[in-house]
């Protein structure tokens, strides 16, 4: 808002009204005059419309005046009297009251004032809007530069992790400015010179309570973030960053200015910009499979910094599965037998560096273990059955001894993970049948069990009972209280012998993450139990090669019916995250890149930022997100990430080109890690 400057017009606006006798016309807007611009007045009825005299720039009162603003000198006339008009003068910075006495009206003028503010920016679409598309966003005015050394000024209370955050936007920055003369050439509008911060927060921790919210105001050369913590101001720095223009930006800016006039880079397109934004979802994730195909250190960091520059805020590391077991603990460092090589393996090193590197970008790491199934465990093949070694002897001490001990471990390793993801799906529940001791144990034990009149086995009873008995002897076992994860699937897969567990076999915090159809959320979030979704098939997985659109057009809420159940389930589904598996990608940077942020973890990050409202055009709104996301290819590559576009006509699984990025400044390169 611009108080001073209303004050002046009051006394105009209220002689008019006072004349009129009538209130205010619905419709019309007050947009507060731009400076250098015209502001006239006359009689409503008596005004010829000006060329660039918008509606969106007029207030009227009553049906009996208008005021409103221009850019140029006014075309503009009053049929009846004349129109006198107050031009403005050269680096004017406040406005002197139009003579209205060709209205019948002459207000006392009152003094500009000493420190005017701007004008807010009235609400329109940047021509290259931050990606997620950010909740609300108003732009207005011409261009301005970015200053060849901007800082970020945060105060002595950013240490650690908002150090950190703000080392490596600065290095962004300065990449991005790196191309401009110094100083800037005759004519340009003027440069930004730093940044302001504030925070509400320099708590470090990193949870599905952690407030991401934030303010970007761009007033003229001055810049201000607002936050509701570190990570919150880091959002905010992405946004920022990815306004700053390049090569392949428009020629113009929103209210004039030329981007060619300062530089080949380093613009952002308005003077004029308000950003307030907060994700729709606390979880937004991207799952990868180094049980199936080993991942090096370097190149999980390479996708740490692709899901940050989405915003993405978790990383589900599916560790270890029935083809190798990659994490060398403290605990039981022989379970590494069965690893791919003895050169593929997470020390304990390793992780702790990945989880730092993930938390300077926003990201938290959970990890997962599959139990009882899955087979990730065969290096000590007394912990599993003998006729089916991929699934745990859930009758066995010793296997429940051993699962405290090592859990014991991963939770004090992984010390600020917000969950520990433990699988538990497609366990066949016949193996249970098949083992002579555990049907014996089935059989002696059916009463405990509730299934002693089923007559022939207690199979599917045998899921329930490991996930209570791991909840009474192995969570109390943890170096800290943390929730569980596990997968829930559909129900009733007799060809498989699969069979998810009852909900209330688990303990009431754990998170249940919905991997086939969507509507298998329903039963959780009835229960009021904390959910994610990650829908397979061509939809978020992304070994399907799914594209941009699809992914996007996936709508959680809508789709489960949250507005009829507001308070149960829009409050315990957290988000959802997409899955790449490793037995359609490998650890190869162009194979990452393409199935990851060519379309899957991207759209994802759109649709769990930011919703379209009811009544949106999705496939139009689809449309347009893939074409922003696609305008940053500049901006993806300092991260380092080598974006990838579907050759036109080409189909989902070939044929995909890199985006040539030749256009981009040769200046800019990658920020150093």
């Known amino acids: 808002t611009a108080p001073d400057t209303r004050m002046l017009l009051a006394p105009v606006l209220a002689a008019l009204a006072a004349d009129s006798g009538r209130g205010a016309v619905a419709g019309c807007v007050y947009s507060p005059p731009i400076p250098n611009h015209y502001i006239m007045t006359c009689a409503a009825d008596h005004c010829t419309p000006h060329p660039t005299l918008e509606a969106a720039t007029a207030v009227c009162d009553g049906d009996a005046s208008c005021v409103g603003v221009t850019e140029e000198p006014p075309n503009f006339s009053c049929r009846s009297g004349v129109l006198t008009v107050s031009p403005p003068t050269v680096n004017q910075t406040s ?19 000493t420190s005017p503010t701007p004008p807010p920016p009235t609400p329109s679409a940047l021509k290259r809007a931050p990606f997620p598309l950010p909740s609300h966003t108003a732009a207005s005015g011409p261009v301005v530069q970015l200053g060849p050394s901007v800082t970020i000024d945060v105060g002595p209370q950013c240490a650690g992790t908002c150090a950190s955050i703000v080392a490596r936007y600065t290095s962004m920055l300065t990449i991005k400015s790196s191309a401009n003369p110094t100083p800037p050439s005759t004519g340009c509008p003027g440069t930004i010179a730093s940044i302001t911060v504030s925070v509400a927060t320099f708590d470090d921790g990193l949870n599905q309570s952690t407030d991401e919210s934030y303010t970007l105001r761009v007033n003229g050369v001055n810049v201000s973030i607002t936050a509701g913590s570190i990570y919150g101001m880091r959002h905010a720095l992405e946004s920022f960053s990815q306004l700053v223009g390049d090569a392949n930006t428009p020629a113009t800016g929103l209210g004039g200015g030329s981007y060619g006039s300062c530089g080949p880079s380093g613009w952002l397109e308005a003077s004029q910009i308000t950003i307030s934004d907060a994700p729709v979802y606390s979880y937004r994730g991207l799952m990868i499979d180094t ?129 520990l993801f433990l699988g538990g799906d497609e366990v066949n529940y016949h193996c249970f049948d098949q083992e002579p001791s555990v049907a014996a144990w089935m059989k002696t034990h059916c009463a405990d069990l509730g299934c002693c009149s089923n007559g022939t086995t207690c199979s599917l009873q045998m899921l329930d009972y490991f996930w209570k008995r791991f909840a009474k002897e192995v969570v109390p076992q943890f170096a800290r209280k943390v929730p569980i994860g596990v997968w829930l699937a559909d129900p009733g897969n007799t060809a498989r012998g699969w069979n998810p567990p009852s909900l209330d076999a688990l303990p009431g915090d754990t998170l249940f993450n919905v991997y086939q159809s969507m509507q298998t959320a329903v039963a959780p979030l009835a229960a009021n139990r904390t959910t994610v979704v990650s829908v397979a098939g061509s939809q978020w997985y992304l070994d399907y090669k799914p594209d941009f659109s699809t992914v996007w057009k996936v709508r959680p809420c809508d789709q489960l019916g949250c507005a009829d159940h507001p308070a149960s389930y829009r409050n315990h589904l957290l988000g959802g995250e997409v899955c790449m598996w490793g037995t359609a990608t490998d650890g190869n940077p162009m194979m990452i890149d393409l199935d990851a942020f060519a379309g899957g973890a991207a759209a994802v990050a759109e649709r769990l930022w930011s919703d379209p409202p009811p009544g949106a055009d999705i496939a139009a709104e689809a449309t347009a997100a893939e074409a922003r996301y696609h305008s940053h290819l500049c901006h993806w590559s300092i991260w380092g990430v080598a974006t990838y576009q579907r050759a036109p006509g080409g189909s989902l699984s070939v044929q995909e080109i890199p985006v040539q990025t030749a256009s981009c400044p040769s200046q800019w390169s990658q920020v150093p890690v």
Not at 95 to 113: K, S
Request: aromatic share 12%.
């Open 95 to 113: 406005w002197a009251i139009v003579n209205t006495t060709a209205c019948g009206h002459n207000p006392t003028p009152q003094p500009p004032p």
């Open 291 to 419: 049980g199936r195909h080993f991942i090096s250190v370097p190149k999980i960091q390479h996708i740490l910094d692709g899901l940050a520059m989405l915003k993405l805020n978790v990383l589900h590391w599916h560790m270890v599965d029935a083809e190798s077991f990659a994490f060398k603990g403290n605990a039981f460092p022989e379970l590494t037998n069965s690893a791919f090589a003895r050169m593929a393996v997470y020390s304990v090193a390793d992780v702790k560096q990945i989880v730092s590197y993930a938390k300077e970008r926003g990201i938290q790491v959970i990890p997962e273990f599959d139990v009882p199934g899955h087979g990730a465990w065969r290096a000590i093949p007394s912990l599993n059955l003998s006729v089916c070694p991929t699934v745990l002897n859930v009758t066995s001490d010793a296997a429940f001894d051993f699962l405290g001990k090592f859990f014991r471990d991963v939770v004090d390793i992984f010390v600020e993970a917000p969950y």
